[in-house]
């Protein structure tokens, strides 16, 4: 038997071997960083040098009292739309848990439909229908329930109404992902144990679904911080959220440094509870990441 | 079916102390090996065993961390899969869904040979005639069942006349019946092809039957190599023992040497008599006592089990279980706090009844003293030390 | 409860919450066949009208063309940057995972205000303002993300053996990749890429800030007009644009039924 060198023949091989995906994500991270983490070091910068180098613009998002007021409008739209988001997708995701073969298909493609109109016209159809001359009121009219119209548009019903519609595909998805991952033979132990079948839904399967809720919540909330369009339809004046104040900074006032600190503590928000979050739970898993 | 002189059959494997390490856990750990030209060898071992990676290292789709491997004496170290030569055969058979049959078995010929059309579409027909396939040559692999598509994709493998076959648990997914034909078709075109198998499975019996050499994997290490009698009669370790075949272990401590002649005292007393072990050893050590269960004869015994009576080569216990399985009835014998497992023909089997107490006796040198070192050597099993 | 009971509740839920979904999308496409003059619903009576308005009117006409461009550009630029992207996330043991990840979820999680105004500020000096290439290098970050999910899924659940088994037997790697591999694979490479597509299609203010002036794309427009008329062109362009994304799902499902058939 001869001495055999053992390190020698291996370096080349290995070294394409780790060369290989750094390679393969170098261009994706290198388009990222130009086009998408550089604009914003430089809105940064902008927002900073607007006043010279000072953080007026920043002080200004927090001491002004409109900005304070839109930034509360924009929180508790959000909220409220995520709860409501939450709880209509959630007997949506279980049905199409419990379906399967044809049905579960039909289902799925009405669910994503709406997804594919964009959001302009979504919302805009909303004004159609709530209109005081539109289909609520005019049912409701014929119904003899209303005399006059009711003042449907307009008004925080109507941007809610609006911004679910728009979530609830997302938030279904989602949570439709998270159900399929549960398993369904833990129901029928629990059933043949003696549990009818609300209380191995309650005790059960809604327990285990609980993790998927948390991060549907978290996704629907952090894209509602950024609604522009639906408020701005469909909502008074009292309902502006926050992107549309910087929007009018921006194109409107054409003050960019103002604009630039406000969006950009926008940004620091919504980074702040996307990582929070993802702490406790990872958020990797939506997209089938390392620890699925 | 002719072994042209252009194919020299088998190539020569050697295996030099390759490691291949995930973070902490070794998947391979300082495993060498020396695989004859045109022998058929079977990597052995449960899952985990580190019998696939060896595979994969083989094959090249691994990078060892240590260590080297040589075909036909040379280093392929350097040599990446697509230039290695080599036929693999998959579990999944990993067949070319778009492809015909004979397109798939041509596949190696287009991608490395300089064949001309026509002697392609020869070679392409001896493989399938070799599989007994001929007639299916133009269908598609989801056509095929199971077992066809597992030859089809030997053909595959073997239509550039490697010298060295890889095969990864290609029976995994068949049943029972069709694996048994297939193990036999398998070693009629081993023979009649004569290059060099290296053949990964966790079924004892298939590498029983199937090989010339078994390399028993345990735990990242090679356990034991030999052929299959070698294994099964002598071997080395509680594991392999265990492994292969089944076994009785009884935990035993040796008490006296008088020339050829071991004594060990077994866990309830008795003393019982074997050839001396093939390792070291001396009085006072903890060892196992391997005795197969078809090596003993079972009777009823007249006498009472009693503990510290010379007993020689036999051994009184209680019958504790009967179990039928068709050929045979299996018995469990309990022995103080160990169960024995024992056999008897089907037509003796109703005679035995729970509660009786059972003699076993064995000839000369059936029983064989094995090591009870450490769980890193063994089966989960070990002597308390 | 028994469990009829429960079936027809649930039942009814789902069907009361599709059609909350549906409602908006069948009205709007009630009106883009509008036979009056207005925005109502239901139309008056069933006409064309305003689909030929859009196809005779220059501007609608090239807003078409334009998110037509900008989005196939899009959607060739994910492609190519999230294709490789998510083989290195599948195949390799990467440190870099992290870092994708938490890309991925910055490009979620950004309002899209500020990724407008950071990304025309970003372009007023390099001159990629008002042009198509700009918007669709724009489009891209948050299209890659599409690609990258959707292939890595469909990378994760390929067997990978078949690969190995082209490779042992002589195809050089990247042969096998592309010619095995990348066929198996493409149902999810094209979900990507049409997500991208329409992402693209879809999105405002972006395309406000950088292509906003002549040459806008149909959002754009759209908005533009949806404050300042009140005739149902709006409605038939939508329309158009959803009649797109249906056609696209319809020949996708198709795709993906052939290639399991085939690929058995």
């Not at chain 1, 209109?131 to 008004?155: A, E, Q, T």
Request: charged residues 15%; hydrophobic residues 50%.
């Amino acid at each position: 038997m001869t001495a055999i060198a053992e390190q020698a023949p291996r370096a080349k091989s290995v070294q394409h071997r780790q060369a290989m995906p750094a390679l393969l994500l170098l261009p994706a991270l290198v388009w990222i960083a130009v086009f998408f983490l550089l604009p914003l070091v430089l809105m940064c910068w902008r927002s900073l040098a607007a006043e010279s180098y000072s953080f007026k613009a920043y002080w200004i998002v927090f001491s002004s009292p409109l900005y304070t007021k839109v930034m509360l409008t924009t929180l508790e739209s959000a909220s409220i739309a995520t709860v409501l988001a939450l709880l209509l997708a959630y007997p949506m995701a279980y049905t199409l848990t419990i379906t399967s073969g044809i049905l579960r298909g039909l289902l799925l493609m009405l669910v994503f439909i709406p997804y594919w109109v964009d959001i302009i016209v979504r919302t805009f159809s909303w004004l159609i229908l709530l209109g005081d001359h539109g289909l609520i009121n005019v049912l409701l009219r014929k119904l003899g329930i209303v005399h006059g119209s009711l003042p449907l548009l307009y008004s925080e019903f109507a941007v809610l109404v609006g911004m679910v519609q728009i979530l609830l595909p997302l938030t279904i998805v989602v949570l439709f992902g998270a159900m399929l991952r549960i398993d369904r033979t833990l129901i029928a132990a629990a059933k043949i144990h003696g549990a009818s079948g609300w209380n191995a839904f309650r005790t059960v399967f809604f327990p285990l679904s609980l993790p998927g809720v948390y991060g549907a919540a978290l996704l629907v909330f952090v894209l509602s911080l950024g609604f522009y369009v639906t408020p701005a339809l469909l909502g008074s004046p009292r309902q502006t959220m926050i992107a549309q104040t910087i929007m009018v900074e921006a194109s409107e006032l054409l003050d960019w440094g103002q604009a630039s600190a406000a969006g950009l503590l926008l940004l620091i928000m919504t980074t702040l509870i996307a990582a929070i979050y993802n702490r406790y739970f990872s958020l990797d898993r939506l997209w089938g990441g390392s620890d699925a | 079916m002719d072994r042209s002189a252009d194919t020299a059959s088998g190539a020569q494997v050697r295996l030099r102390n390759l490691c291949k390490t995930y973070g902490q856990t070794a998947a391979v750990d300082d495993v060498s090996l020396d695989v004859p030209a045109g022998a058929f060898v079977s990597l052995l071992g449960p899952s985990g065993s580190g019998k696939t990676t060896t595979l994969n290292l083989i094959a090249g789709f691994l990078t060892p961390d240590r260590g080297d491997i040589l075909i036909d004496n040379r280093s392929v170290a350097d040599v990446p899969p697509h230039k290695r030569n080599i036929g693999m055969v998959f579990q999944s058979y990993s067949l070319f869904p778009h492809m015909t049959v004979a397109e798939n078995v041509g596949f190696p010929l287009r991608m490395r040979s300089k064949l001309t059309r026509a002697d392609a579409q020869k070679r392409i027909a001896e493989m399938l005639a070799l599989v007994q396939l001929s007639h299916l040559s133009a269908r598609y692999p989801r056509q095929l069942s199971g077992g066809q598509q597992q030859r089809v994709a030997m053909a595959r493998a073997l239509v550039s006349r490697p010298r060295l076959l890889l095969m990864d648990e290609p029976l995994g997914a068949l049943d029972k019946k069709l694996r048994e034909q297939m193990q036999t078709e398998i070693r009629r075109i081993h023979r009649s092809v004569g290059t060099t198998v290296v053949y990964v499975t966790h079924d004892q019996s298939e590498a029983l039957t199937m090989s010339d050499l078994i390399v028993v994997m345990h735990r990242a290490r090679i356990a034991q190599i030999g052929p299959p009698n070698a294994l099964y009669e002598t071997p080395a370790s509680a594991f392999v023992a265990d492994f292969i075949g089944d076994s009785n272990l009884i935990e035993a401590t040796i008490m006296g040497v008088v020339g050829d002649r071991w004594t060990v005292k077994a866990g309830n007393g008795a003393l019982i008599h074997t050839a001396p072990p093939a390792f070291a050893a001396s009085v006072g050590d903890r060892v196992f006592l391997l005795i197969r269960p078809e090596d003993m004869t079972v009777r009823p015994s007249t006498s009472e089990p009693q503990a510290s009576r010379e007993q020689g080569e036999h051994i009184v216990g209680v019958l504790k279980e009967r179990s039928f399985h068709g050929d045979v009835f299996k018995l469990g014998v309990a022995l103080g706090s160990e169960m024995l497992k024992a056999r008897v023909a089907r037509e003796d089997g109703a005679a035995f009844e729970v509660g009786q107490s059972i003699a076993l006796t064995w000839k000369n040198g059936a029983a064989r003293l094995l090591p009870a070192t450490g769980d890193d050597d063994g089966s989960g099993r070990s002597a308390a030390t | 409860m028994n469990p009829t009971a429960d079936r027809i509740v649930l039942g009814a839920a789902a069907t009361a919450i599709v059609a909350y979904l549906i409602f908006p999308v069948i009205v709007v496409l009630a009106i883009s066949f509008s036979a009056g003059n207005f925005l109502e619903f239901p139309p008056p009576g069933l006409s064309l009208r305003w689909y030929r308005a859009i196809a005779g009117d220059p501007e609608w006409v090239s807003a078409f063309m334009v998110t037509l461009k900008v989005g196939s550009l899009t959607a060739l630029l994910a492609t190519l940057l999230g294709v490789p992207a998510a083989f290195a996330l599948v195949r390799y043991v990467v440190p870099a995972k992290a870092l994708l990840s938490a890309l991925i979820l910055c490009a979620l999680v950004t309002p899209p205000i500020v990724t407008a105004i950071s990304t025309y500020l970003f372009f007023v000096p390099l001159g990629l303002n008002n042009s198509i290439v700009g918007l669709a290098c724009a489009h891209a970050v948050s299209g890659m993300p599409f690609v990258v999910i959707n292939t890595a899924a469909s990378l994760r659940s390929a067997d990978r053996n078949l690969e190995r088994a082209a490779i042992i037997h002589g195809a050089h790697p990247l042969w096998a990749i592309i010619r095995i591999t990348l066929p198996i694979i493409s149902p999810g490479i094209i979900i990507g890429a049409i997500l991208a597509f329409v992402h693209s299609a879809h999105e405002l203010l972006i395309a406000m800030f950088v292509l906003g002036g002549v040459g806008k794309p149909v959002t754009v427009k759209i908005w533009s007009d949806v404050q300042a008329t009140s005739d149902p062109t709006i409605a038939a362009a939508s329309a158009i644009l959803i009649g797109l994304a249906i056609l696209t799902f319809v020949s996708v499902s198709t795709a993906q039924a052939l290639a399991r058939r085939r690929n058995g």
